[in-house]
């Protein structure tokens, strides 16, 4: 098999255990077997970004994502009483039929309209200064790096106090009142 | 060197994935199950910044996900607290149940 075709199999493979796991993901009753199968389409993702010759946001994703935010979702899940908030327990009716058509084909059209975006937009841009090549010479860290700490430096230091905003505002929020 | 995947192809899978989670958002009860849907939709909109971002050769996708990330680690803590707040208040994290400004 030559390479050309491995790449392509692979990111096919790929692309249906995201699809398959996400679906999963949707459509679990039980909360922590949703937690469990957003953690496969997590690390599904971090190999299609490796696919596409970003391998520092593959890294990022599986640190941030499958790390940190599913080991939090994980520990919430735990902490709250799921019996209470059981979907098949609640006091509203379901939705009616209508209802549930209506949402059906809403989300069909969403698809449709964004299939039909991918397939017959023509993007048209100037190629930038960053072909695959040349950053893999470099480093594609340390090219993100450079970009993050020269170009991107103000958005950098937003980011860094919108993350302090959030630390201490998740404290004074789940602080226990005495 | 390896030939690289049709971006096409990325941004259909992205917005089969993004349809997903709306379709989960929409549907769920669960606020948490909710939010897992809303962390999806995200991760479609990184999924097609690096596919563009790779097909022209930039390397500004990779920032802007990085910067998505990192809303999206904050969006995660503040919210899994107010979660957990809803809870201690109301017994509940059913979305339906909640319903603290009812007066």
């Known amino acids: 098999m030559d390479a050309i075709g491995f790449k392509f199999i692979l990111f096919m493979i790929t692309a249906l255990v995201v699809i398959v796991s996400s679906v999963l993901m949707a459509t679990r009753k039980n909360p922590i077997h949703s937690a469990l199968w957003m953690i496969v389409t997590f690390f599904a993702m971090a190999v299609i970004y490796l696919l596409l010759n970003a391998q520092f946001i593959a890294v990022a994703q599986v640190m941030v994502y499958a790390g940190a935010i599913m080991m939090l979702i994980l520990f919430v899940i735990m902490m709250v009483n799921m019996d209470k908030g059981d979907e098949k327990k609640t006091t509203k009716a379901p939705w009616s039929f209508g209802k549930k058509m209506a949402a059906a084909l809403l989300m069909v059209i969403l698809l449709v309209e964004l299939l039909f975006g991918a397939l017959f937009y023509r993007m048209t841009a100037r190629v930038g200064d960053y072909p695959a090549d040349a950053v893999a010479a470099v480093g594609n860290a340390k090219t993100v790096g450079a970009l993050l700490y020269g170009q991107y430096l103000f958005p950098f230091e937003v980011a860094s106090i919108l993350l302090l905003i959030g630390i201490v505002g998740a404290v004074v929020i789940a602080k226990r009142n005495k | ?103």
């Open chain 2, 1 to 103: 060197m390896f030939q690289e995947i049709p971006s096409g192809l990325c941004l259909v899978l992205s917005g089969i994935i993004f349809s997903i989670g709306a379709i989960g958002a929409i549907t769920r009860r669960n606020v948490i199950v909710i939010f897992m849907c809303i962390e999806l939709m995200l991760n479609a909109v990184n999924l097609a910044f690096i596919a563009s971002g790779n097909a022209f050769s930039s390397m500004d996708g990779a920032v802007f996900v990085f910067f998505i990330m990192t809303v999206a680690a904050v969006e995660a803590a503040v919210g899994l607290a107010i979660f957990v707040m809803v809870f201690r208040l109301q017994g509940t994290v059913n979305a339906d149940e909640v319903n603290l400004l009812k007066g």
